[in-house]
């Protein structure tokens, strides 16, 4: 049937698929949040009653019209036939047949797809190994792209130098863009990064001698997180507050609690 002529693809085999949770959503091992990633279930999951478009953001289509329309180089269709693969959905669970269809949209330029081959590599699961360069090669062509969830992996990898050279100050840049570009892990990382850089400031700032004339909180707060010169005359808490807001309007549940 369908996994047969998939398999025929000629993906590599994993293992054991079946011990594989169905999708992973940020870089492993990182001790960052995990950003929302299209293909992670709403709470309408748990509902039989719903149709499976209402699950799923990333169900653009009914599994059977993504089949057919994957098989006709629809880039979107093999992206959801992908997803239908990592998640069960009309389809037998299988990472090896995610990874061939993520494969193929990836290679056509799809962004999310890129996203997802990333993932793969840096897990190993669908793949014939973990691979962090390559991993990274998919991870930068989706960021270029502007995917957010790519975006903030990026900046994860940078701060712990996994298949990119370790710095804070392209993290930083990397986690800036991914939290304009609407990705609500980000937003809430820069509002932690904030808040704690700016604690930080404070015990220094009330330290007799610590700092000379001229200082200001966001001056200090800047040689530690690289600011634009609008953002270094807000006060560092300020900054997280309004990052915190973002985040929380997106429906992030410790941004929220902060």
């Known amino acids: 049937?369908?996994?047969?002529?998939?398999?025929?693809?000629?993906?590599?085999?994993?293992?054991?698929?079946?011990?594989v949770p169905a999708g992973t959503t940020s870089v492993p091992g990182a001790e960052l949040p995990s950003p929302p990633v299209a293909g992670t279930a709403?709470?309408?999951?748990?509902?039989?009653?719903?149709k499976?478009?209402?699950?799923?953001?990333?169900?653009?289509?009914?599994?059977?019209?993504?089949?057919?329309?994957?098989?006709q180089t629809?880039?979107?269709?093999?992206?959801?036939?992908?997803?239908?693969?990592?998640?069960?959905?009309?389809?037998?669970?299988?990472?090896?047949?995610?990874?061939?269809?993520?494969g193929k949209a990836a290679a056509g330029s799809h962004p999310p797809a890129q996203f997802q081959m990333a993932l793969l590599w840096l897990t190993g699961r669908g793949v014939p190994r973990k691979d962090?360069?390559?991993?990274?090669?998919?991870?930068?062509k989706a960021a270029k792209a502007g995917n957010p969830d790519a975006l903030y992996n990026m900046g994860v990898m940078a701060l712990y130098?996994?298949?990119?050279a370790e710095s804070i100050e392209v993290a930083m840049h990397h986690f800036q863009a991914a939290a304009e570009a609407?990705?609500?892990?980000?937003?809430?990382?820069l509002g932690a990064t904030f808040e704690q850089c700016a604690e930080e400031i404070v015990r220094m700032?009330?330290?007799?001698?610590?700092?000379?004339?001229?200082?200001?909180?966001?001056?200090?707060?800047?040689?530690?997180?690289?600011?634009?010169?609008?953002?270094?005359?807000?006060?560092?808490?300020r900054i997280a507050l309004a990052w915190y807001s973002k985040a929380g309007e997106l429906g992030h549940g410790m941004a929220q609690h902060r």
């Not at 130098?161 to 990119?164: I, N, P, T």
């Not at 200001?216 to 040689?223: P, T």
């Open 1 to 19: 049937g369908r996994m047969a002529e998939d398999e025929a693809l000629g993906s590599p085999v994993l293992d054991s698929e079946a011990d």
């Open 161 to 164: 130098g996994r298949g990119v």
């Open 74 to 102: 629809n880039r979107e269709a093999q992206y959801v036939l992908g997803m239908c693969y990592m998640h069960g959905v009309g389809q037998a669970l299988s990472l090896k047949n995610a990874a061939i269809w993520f």
């Open 182 to 189: 609407g990705s609500r892990e980000a937003q809430f990382h």
């Open 52 to 71: 499976p478009e209402a699950k799923y953001e990333w169900l653009s289509m009914t599994p059977d019209q993504a089949w057919f329309q994957a098989k």
């Open 42 to 50: 709403s709470a309408a999951e748990s509902d039989p009653e719903q």
């Open 205 to 237: 700032w009330n330290t007799p001698g610590m700092f000379g004339d001229g200082d200001s909180l966001a001056e200090v707060a800047n040689r530690r997180l690289p600011l634009d010169e609008e953002s270094r005359k807000i006060p560092p808490l």
């Open 132 to 140: 962090e360069d390559e991993a990274s090669r998919w991870m930068e």
